[in-house]
């Protein structure tokens, strides 16, 4: 190590915020609240103007998240009504706190995200609100949105409701904890013993969303395996990486925030409303999915077939569970980003190929993303009959900002990752690993090494790779202030 790294020993923390706020500025994000925010928060009275609410806080009502979050936008529960489960989706009114124009919604609008980095959360709203006041804690009442959505056999759903409630959780969970119960590798969490009938409930969430997630295979929703990866950071040094994957408390929710996010957009469909919805396209680059598949002896049709292609996918798992997640992550490569765009009445959204559904709106998350805030706006506009809060051109034009900056704050989050990464590997200059390749465009080709959530850029020997591709590379050079991981390709593998 040299000694420029050694006075950086113990202050790897410090290093990764400093680069963490440069990059939010670099991107035209505001890291911090002006002091307008301030002033309107301190003079906020979210509960002025509330209108009487359904009384919904005697259901067994419980958040399931992360363990460290603490901005909780959605509380779930269900009924059993014999033969039909009906699921509750209760979404953080955040609306109610942030009014549309002021100074609070103006920070969120022009940030439109929160942005997580390792070392610091940058919140799209105050954390007053985002972690307290608009936040679905546990024991609070709230009010919120609810979502009801009748779901039937075969995770058809027979009727769906959109209304404004007063709520309560009875306890915060946690994804790994819950999943262990429920995979039957460890005891129920405390929060579920102490609260009477909610082992039960959950039970029934769990075969709830299952239903809904068998329904969306069904019909060619693609299984793909994703993994989070984060640096562990101890006495301010960067010591290893976590590596977190789905599990399947993490698919109960996600089964049903896809649910209620279709329902969201069908329901505004239904009141003549516009909205933006998320879409992601039909893959460009199909041609190299089908080449992929090729290479695996597999035959793909030669248009965009969702269907086609979580066939290939689940025998793929089946076959070569340890590759999986290479798989996956390259065919979400090859599929490409989505984008938010606006979809006004009568119109035809272009629909969402990864998840196979055709109308999808943001909706659950509106402590910190802000298309779902301004959904939240038009569903309560629809709901109390009161007029369209945003014109035509005005959800276009937000729809193209939340796009681009969405991308933007993936860049923060990607460069302070890639910077922690850098301090972790600088010591292991010279050696080789195998590897595959993540991303082949003009302006570069990078590859992510084995057995390591470490994607770096490949600086020589790059010629006719593409996305996919195997090979083996050596690490030359790290740079930790551009988040750099520099790799040349080794051998003719």
């Excluded at 005697?58 to 936008?73: A, E, Q, T, Y």
């Excluded at 490949?458 to 202030?481: A, H, K, M, Q, Y």
Aim: aromatic fraction near 6%; include cysteine.
């Amino acid at each position: 190590m040299n000694e420029k790294n050694k006075q950086a020993t113990g202050r790897h923390r410090q290093i990764l915020r400093r680069i963490a706020r440069r990059a939010m500025i670099e991107r035209g994000f505001r890291p911090d609240f002006p002091a307008e925010v301030r002033d309107e928060l301190a003079s906020l009275e979210p509960e002025k103007g509330v209108s009487a609410l359904r009384d919904l806080r005697g259901l067994p009502w419980c958040s399931i998240d992360n363990d460290d979050s603490r901005d909780l936008d959605q509380l779930t529960c269900a009924r059993d009504g014999g033969g039909t489960v009906t699921v509750l989706v209760a979404i953080a009114d955040v609306d109610t706190a942030v009014r549309k124009g002021r100074a609070i919604d103006d920070h969120a609008c022009r940030n439109t995200t929160t942005v997580y980095t390792p070392v610091h959360v940058f919140p799209m709203i105050p954390e007053e609100l985002s972690t307290g006041l608009t936040s679905l804690n546990d024991g609070e009442d709230r009010a919120a949105v609810v979502v009801e959505m009748a779901v039937g056999a075969g995770g058809v759903i027979g009727g769906i409701d959109v209304y404004r409630a007063r709520v309560r959780s009875r306890a915060r969970l946690a994804y790994n904890d819950v999943a262990a119960w429920l995979e039957g590798r460890g005891p129920a969490p405390a929060a579920v013993q102490r609260v009477e009938g909610l082992a039960e409930n959950l039970r029934l969430q769990d075969a709830a969303a299952a239903t809904l997630r068998a329904r969306r295979q069904a019909c060619g929703a693609l299984n793909l395996e994703t993994v989070e990866a984060s640096p562990v950071i101890e006495g301010g040094e960067v010591r290893a990486w976590r590596v977190e994957r789905k599990n399947r408390a993490k698919e109960l929710i996600a089964d049903f925030m896809i649910a209620a996010n279709e329902a969201v957009a069908r329901f505004l469909e239904s009141r003549r409303f516009p909205s933006i919805r998320r879409v992601v396209h039909a893959p460009k680059r199909w041609e190299r999915i089908v080449d992929v598949a090729a290479q695996k002896g597999w035959t793909l049709p030669g248009e965009p077939d969702a269907k086609a292609l979580e066939e290939f996918l689940a025998a793929q798992r089946a076959r070569e569970p340890e590759r999986f997640h290479d798989l996956s992550q390259t065919v979400i490569k090859l599929i490409g980003p989505g984008e938010y765009m606006a979809d006004l009445p009568g119109r035809e959204a272009p629909g969402h190929f990864g998840l196979a559904v055709k109308d999808y709106a943001h909706s659950t998350a509106p402590n910190r993303r802000y298309p779902d805030l301004v959904t939240q706006r038009l569903v309560k506009a629809a709901v109390e009959g009161l007029p369209v809060p945003y014109d035509d051109g005005e959800l276009a034009l937000l729809a193209r900002h939340c796009t681009r900056k969405e991308d933007d704050a993936n860049k923060v989050e990607r460069l302070v990752r890639k910077s922690a990464f850098a301090l972790l590997l600088e010591a292991r200059i010279g050696e080789r690993f195998d590897a595959v390749v993540t991303g082949a465009a003009p302006k570069g080709t990078w590859v992510r090494i084995d057995g390591q959530p470490v994607e770096g850029r490949l600086v020589e020997g790059f010629s006719g790779l593409d996305v996919g591709d195997r090979l083996r590379v050596r690490l030359v050079r790290t740079d930790v202030e551009q988040g750099y991981i520099d790799f040349t390709r080794v051998g003719g593998r």
